[in-house]
């Protein structure tokens, strides 16, 4: 694990409750409509946005098709601005993004969309990569590449990466870990012109470094899909 500080979650905005989840077939599963982005503080919540016109039928994501179940007494009370528009337009395409803008201070909330399909291309440089989901419960991917800052391209690593938006942290197998560290140590340092420090902190079982130097971090670049032909950028 290698972290800089503790965010108490990085979706404030998306206040909900847990989903439940159903198998609808050994290969299709759908959430029920009342468990989904149920409003607990809508207050600063906008979602609307997240669906598009073109979007018209069948299923989102992962290889599951989105099921739906309506209680008609509860369907009003219930549903924000997502689950009605998916229902009176629901998603065309299998691929969904999520954008998240970097909140300005450390305290603010970290803002965002749920892109349905087609996306909204003002938020991104096209052409947008897309990669197949490696298992049909969790968002996992294949990870094949990986890239520190100006270091050495590593190749042919063939293992699955789990996408959590509600982790702060970053976890990396044994086999890559030294080397990991060791990179970002060195570009690090030499970026701020003095040797900086990055230790393993037992009772936290993380990696840490001292956040006056977050600014001196070198961007990580991981390939997703066949080999990493969809890059994904982590910078400070």
Partial sequence: MLTCRAVESIMDLLACRPLMLK?????????IVRSLFIHLDDSNMDLSKAVYSSLKKAAIAGGGAFDVEVDAAAEKS??????????RSPVVDDTF???LKYPQTISSPSVGQLLLGDGDPSLYKKPIGFVEMTDEIEY??????????????????????LLDTGSNYMYVPQLYINHLVNEITTQA????????????????KSWVF????????????????????VPLMFSP
């Fill in 23 to 31: 198998a609808l077939s050994n290969s299709v599963f759908g959430y």
């Fill in 78 to 87: 219930l549903q924000p601005d997502l689950v009605r528009s998916l229902l």
């Fill in 97 to 99: 993004a999520m954008y």
């Fill in 140 to 161: 996992k991917v294949s990870l094949n590449m990986m890239k520190v800052g100006e270091g050495v391209l590593t190749i042919g690593m063939n293992h699955e990466a």
């Fill in 189 to 204: 340092s030499t970026s701020a012109g003095r040797q900086v420090p990055i230790n393993f902190d037992q009772s936290r």
């Fill in 210 to 229: 001292d956040c006056a130097n977050f600014n001196y971090m070198p961007a990580i670049v991981f390939g997703f899909g066949p080999n990493g032909a």
